[in-house]
């Protein structure tokens, strides 16, 4: 299946009642098998799960922990990039170089990396000892 598919698929599926702007993301891991996710919300808005947090829980429960690639869909005027979380969340289950496609229901979509959309990301090296 290809990520456009699985993210569009699951996009309308995302629980999203207050902001009714619904996100779906799809990521293969090195495995080859494609994860997907959608947002959802809850009444203590804006407190719920975005679409990529969604995905890569899906990916860890199901024994993968590494990402080479990412897509993400919203139905908004231009390509959506992951929020600030998210984007921590990729990088700590992908290289800096993997793709990351950014996607409308309407067909535009743009690409960048995972290291470009997090430059200087907090990495396990932060964390050893000095």
């Known amino acids: 299946?290809?990520?456009?598919?699985?993210?569009?698929a699951?996009?309308?599926m995302a629980y999203a009642p207050y902001s009714n702007f619904k996100v779906g993301?799809?990521?293969r891991a090195a495995s080859g098998k494609v994860y997907s996710g959608c947002n959802v919300e809850n009444v203590a808005f804006p407190e719920g799960t975005c679409a990529e947090a969604g995905a890569i829980a899906a990916m860890?429960?199901?024994?993968?922990?590494?990402i080479v690639e990412v897509l993400v869909i919203a139905d908004s005027?231009?390509?959506v990039s992951p929020c600030g979380g998210c984007r921590q969340k990729l990088?700590?289950?992908s290289?800096?170089?993997?793709?990351?496609?950014?996607a409308t229901t309407g067909g535009k979509t743009q690409q960048t990396t995972v290291g470009d959309l997090l430059p200087?990301?907090?990495?396990?090296?932060?964390?050893?000892d000095s």
Do not use: N, Q, Y
């Open 1 to 8: 299946m290809t990520l456009l598919k699985a993210a569009t």
């Open 120 to 128: 200087g990301a907090f990495v396990p090296g932060h964390m050893e």
């Open 60 to 66: 860890v429960a199901s024994g993968d922990t590494e």
């Open 25 to 27: 993301a799809a990521i």
């Open 91 to 93: 990088a700590e289950f």
């Open 77 to 79: 005027p231009m390509p």
């Open 95 to 102: 290289a800096g170089k993997v793709r990351v496609t950014m």
């Open 10 to 12: 699951i996009r309308e």
